[in-house]
């Protein structure tokens, strides 16, 4: 059974940087698509980024491309999100999610089976 745990949120000013890590265990993520996702208060949760297994493929909110970067180190089964030029707007919990698909090179924003508890960031102006 595939966990996931995601750290690295907190308080940052307006135009602050973050590296949020989402770390596995219970399963290589060798064939796990991973999805970063969040949610702010009173909003419905939306997706900010996936990436593929290999790496090879990423797809990113609009709201967010130049700001963040999604990248995977599998041999540490750990995906990381790192974001830059930080908003208030960008003010959510942040979860990351994982599915499994034989692809290696390609990746989605549905379909998620597996997620984190969700760590919170929070942008000041």
């Known amino acids: 059974q595939l966990q996931l745990v995601e750290s690295g949120g907190g308080l940052v000013q307006s135009g602050g940087s973050l590296r949020l890590s989402c770390a596995a265990s219970?399963?290589?993520?060798?064939?796990?698509?991973i999805g970063w996702f969040r949610q702010a208060p009173g909003k419905e949760r939306e997706g900010v980024s996936c990436?593929?297994?290999?790496?090879?493929?990423?797809i990113y909110l609009d709201s967010v491309k130049g700001r963040f970067t999604i990248s995977r180190d599998n041999a540490k089964n750990t995906v990381y999100l790192q974001m830059s030029s930080l908003k208030p707007e960008d003010t959510a919990v942040y979860y990351c999610?994982?599915?499994?698909?034989?692809?290696?090179?390609?990746?989605?924003?549905?379909?998620?089976?597996?997620w984190g508890q969700g760590t919170q960031v929070t942008v000041s102006s």
């Open positions: 999610a994982a599915y499994r698909f034989i692809s290696r090179n390609m990746c989605a924003m549905t379909g998620y089976y597996y």
């Open positions: 219970g399963s290589s993520l060798d064939y796990y698509v």
């Open positions: 990436i593929s297994s290999s790496g090879s493929s990423t």
